[in-house]
């Protein structure tokens, strides 16, 4: 999926790496050797290496600290906790490499993450589903989704938690104020808001032309004209070039950006650019994920108040009638490691895990982090934030297109690195080779 913290310096990673390992080799010294029903849970003790997305600063790292803290008083059992890096994925395989592997991975299904079952990094988790009671409360299409090639009879990658709606964010004030008196439904009610807006001073559509940002929103518009099943296997085993839909969609990428539908410079670029200039209202729109439902509140700009949120606009002749947004269920979620799933660790894994899935749990982090939940019931009393009450009723304005993360798999970075070209001055032609190469390898 997408990516939700800045992006480390090598450098730093390079250290936090260091970090991971000798604190992992700190850890389970004195763990006794004991398999799943050694003790009853109230007197397990023990511990669990634990290696988390949700790190400090996060909207959902408290709801995650309770859980820990709860399960520990709960169980006796002990969280060893590592931040996860925007690296994390490497974090973990050097780790497992140098033999101190942590037990539990909360992470996104995401580039290299989705071939560490391949790998041998982590496990299948079908029949833990079934085992720990989790079956009958699992979305079936949340479940489906963390499958080895997102298809139902695909081995199980591991539990998913945080699911997400991802629609493009329209600051209404300054709309309105740019005499832009609707949101933009097409290609050429936007450009025409976007000239508008830059006449007032304004920047249109605000996105991290250098990051993960940028590659997903690039991805929402290249697949205007093509439908779901032809652009998973074109995400998947190349051919954007020789695929004509695609490469109009390509085309159309292009024409948006020399139409200035985009912010200067755009190319270079972040995340956290993105969203800074959004809050400040330097930009009227962007593209961002519910994730950021809770912190642009946090901004303390009152963004919040004045914010429509909505689908990005189609060009004419689209395979889409509506604007497309993406949701999904390819956020955070848990991977058990080849040692978490050890007789020494497995049922402590099973105690922590099974807890996230209780219901006031998962009513915590729709309200503290507004993630769409992956497990049945009724969490409508939890979404307190109006942002995440607007997103649940965007079925009916919008069509959602297919997220690339679990299709493009580990040619993620490759990709992005010839988007950022994309934002820049590339020709469809030079878009679509690099993207062949980058899919190809």
């Given at each position: 999926?997408?990516?939700?913290?800045?992006?480390?310096?090598?450098?730093?990673?390079?250290?936090?790496?260091?970090?991971?390992?000798?604190?992992l080799?700190?850890?389970?010294?004195?763990?006794?050797?004991?398999?799943?029903?050694?003790?009853?849970?109230?007197?397990?003790?023990?511990?669990?290496?634990?290696?988390?997305?949700w790190t400090?600063g996060?909207?959902?790292?408290?709801?995650?600290?309770?859980?820990?803290?709860?399960?520990?008083a709960?169980?006796?059992?002990?969280?060893?906790?590592?931040?996860?890096?925007?690296?994390i994925?490497?974090?973990?395989?050097?780790a497992?490499?140098?033999?101190?592997?942590?037990?539990?991975?909360?992470?996104?299904?995401?580039?290299?993450?989705v071939?560490?079952?391949?790998?041998?990094?982590?496990?299948?988790?079908?029949?833990?589903?079934?085992?720990?009671?989790?079956?009958?409360?699992?979305k079936?299409?949340?479940?489906?989704?963390w499958?080895?090639?997102?298809?139902?009879?695909?081995?199980?990658?591991?539990?998913?938690?945080?699911?997400?709606?991802?629609?493009?964010?329209y600051?209404?004030?300054?709309?309105?104020?740019?005499?832009?008196?609707?949101v933009?439904k097409?290609?050429?009610?936007?450009?025409?808001?976007?000239?508008?807006?830059?006449?007032?001073?304004?920047?249109p559509?605000?996105v991290?032309?250098?990051?993960?940002?940028?590659?997903?929103?690039?991805?929402?518009?290249?697949?205007?004209?093509?439908?779901?099943?032809?652009?998973?296997?074109?995400?998947?085993?190349?051919?954007?070039?020789?695929?004509?839909?695609?490469?109009n969609?390509?085309?159309?990428?292009?024409?948006?950006?020399?139409?200035?539908?985009?912010v200067?410079?755009?190319?270079?670029?972040?995340?956290?650019?993105?969203?800074?200039?959004?809050?400040?209202?330097?930009?009227?729109?962007?593209?961002?994920?519910?994730?950021?439902y809770?912190?642009?509140?946090?901004?303390?700009?009152?963004?919040?108040?004045?914010?429509?949120?909505?689908?990005f606009?189609?060009?004419?002749?689209?395979?889409?009638?509506?604007?497309?947004?993406?949701?999904?269920?390819?956020?955070?979620?848990?991977?058990?490691?080849?040692?978490?799933?050890?007789?020494?660790?497995?049922?402590?894994?099973?105690?922590l895990?099974?807890?996230?899935?209780?219901?006031?749990?998962?009513?915590?982090?729709?309200?503290?982090?507004?993630?769409?939940p992956?497990?049945?019931?009724?969490?409508?009393?939890?979404?307190?934030?109006?942002?995440?009450?607007?997103?649940?009723?965007?079925?009916?304005?919008?069509?959602?297109?297919?997220?690339?993360?679990?299709?493009i798999?580990?040619?993620?970075?490759?990709?992005?690195?010839?988007?950022?070209?994309?934002?820049?001055?590339?020709t469809?032609?030079?878009?679509?080779?690099?993207?062949?190469?980058?899919?190809?390898?």
């Amino acid at each position: 999926m997408h990516r939700t913290t800045p992006r480390a310096v090598r450098g730093v990673a390079a250290f936090a790496v260091g970090a991971l390992v000798l604190s992992l080799a700190s850890c389970g010294s004195d763990e006794p050797a004991a398999g799943p029903a050694a003790a009853p849970a109230a007197t397990g003790g023990g511990s669990i290496d634990v290696v988390t997305r949700w790190t400090s600063g996060n909207s959902a790292a408290a709801a995650q600290k309770g859980v820990f803290d709860a399960f520990t008083a709960d169980t006796g059992i002990k969280i060893n906790v590592i931040e996860g890096l925007e690296t994390i994925d490497d974090q973990v395989e050097t780790a497992v490499a140098a033999g101190k592997s942590p037990d539990l991975v909360i992470v996104n299904l995401f580039d290299k993450t989705v071939g560490w079952l391949d790998a041998g990094v982590t496990v299948p988790v079908d029949q833990y589903v079934k085992d720990w009671g989790l079956a009958d409360k699992m979305k079936p299409e949340a479940l489906d989704e963390w499958r080895v090639g997102g298809v139902a009879s695909g081995e199980l990658q591991g539990l998913p938690f945080s699911g997400f709606s991802w629609p493009l964010w329209y600051n209404t004030d300054l709309l309105t104020k740019a005499g832009v008196t609707e949101v933009p439904k097409t290609t050429d009610e936007l450009i025409a808001a976007a000239k508008k807006l830059r006449e007032a001073g304004v920047g249109p559509v605000t996105v991290g032309g250098n990051d993960w940002t940028g590659q997903k929103l690039f991805y929402q518009i290249a697949q205007s004209f093509t439908d779901a099943a032809s652009m998973q296997k074109v995400m998947q085993g190349g051919g954007y070039c020789s695929t004509p839909s695609v490469l109009n969609g390509i085309k159309l990428f292009t024409e948006l950006r020399d139409a200035k539908v985009f912010v200067d410079n755009v190319a270079g670029l972040t995340a956290d650019d993105m969203y800074a200039s959004f809050y400040s209202g330097k930009a009227a729109i962007m593209s961002a994920g519910s994730w950021a439902y809770t912190e642009s509140k946090a901004s303390g700009t009152g963004i919040e108040q004045h914010t429509s949120l909505g689908g990005f606009p189609v060009p004419s002749g689209a395979a889409y009638t509506k604007p497309t947004a993406f949701q999904g269920f390819t956020g955070v979620g848990f991977m058990i490691t080849k040692q978490g799933a050890s007789p020494e660790k497995i049922d402590k894994i099973r105690q922590l895990v099974t807890k996230f899935y209780d219901q006031p749990t998962v009513g915590n982090f729709v309200k503290d982090a507004s993630i769409l939940p992956p497990v049945t019931g009724d969490f409508a009393s939890f979404a307190t934030d109006p942002l995440l009450k607007a997103s649940l009723g965007l079925d009916a304005n919008v069509d959602y297109a297919v997220l690339p993360d679990v299709w493009i798999g580990a040619a993620s970075d490759p990709i992005t690195q010839v988007l950022t070209g994309a934002y820049g001055e590339a020709t469809p032609q030079e878009i679509c080779e690099g993207l062949d190469t980058a899919t190809k390898g």
